[in-house]
């Protein structure tokens, strides 16, 4: 079966923005999505970006007004500037990981969503555990379990793996997309990504 590496951090707004395309593509398309959440802090100091609130105001700007369009585009709901960021991911990335060690892929997926909704949609604290245990509660999912396994030193190793495995392919963004040994950095990438599963 083909396959695709998916890094992105659930913090990203552009993952948000193109998750569920990206999952119906794969779907739509017989590729297995390997699920790979990564430490974007780590990513930027090793590839020259720069976290938000240390790039130039008139960039800072236009991606206020990029987000906007691109919600307005594809009718999925975002607040531009959410209450609740920035925010650190890492506890929310760390249960995505340990979702899809426990509960597999498609589980983890549909979490990873979740998460990005309710901060993008629902200006919900996702550095919050209470926040991620309800979050993962709705997802059919045993939360508080699950947080529990998210912060062994399993689910840390693996989250650093695919970090450091991401910053070895030259990754430096999110969303990011591997299919076949070619990379297709953001949602906006995705129409060149679909053609690229499709050949």
């Known amino acids: 079966m083909k396959s695709c590496q998916y890094y992105f951090a659930p913090h990203s707004p552009w993952a948000y923005l193109g998750h569920e395309r990206f999952v119906a593509m794969c779907r739509r398309h017989g590729v297995a999505i390997d699920l790979r959440p990564l430490d974007l802090s780590k990513v930027f100091p090793a590839s020259g970006g720069l976290p938000l609130a240390k790039r130039a105001p008139q960039r800072q700007a236009y991606r206020l007004t990029e987000l906007a369009r691109w919600s307005d585009f594809l009718g999925v709901p975002l607040k531009v500037q959410p209450t609740f960021f920035p925010v650190s991911p890492d506890a929310a990335a760390k249960l995505i990981v340990a979702a899809r060690l426990g ?10 969503h979740a998460i990005m909704h309710a901060l993008w949609a629902d200006d919900k604290n996702i550095g919050d555990e209470a926040t ?5 509660n709705g997802c059919g999912l045993d939360g508080a379990q699950l947080l529990k396994a998210a912060q062994t030193a399993s689910v840390q190793a693996e989250y650093d793996r695919n970090t450091d495995e991401g910053m070895a392919g030259s990754v430096f963004g999110s969303p990011w997309y591997v299919y076949e040994g070619e990379s297709f950095w953001g949602q906006d990438r995705l129409d060149f990504f679909e053609r690229a599963i499709s050949r």
């Open 103 to 112: 509960n597999g892929v498609d589980t983890a997926l549909a979490l990873s």
């Open 132 to 136: 991620l245990v309800a979050i993962a």
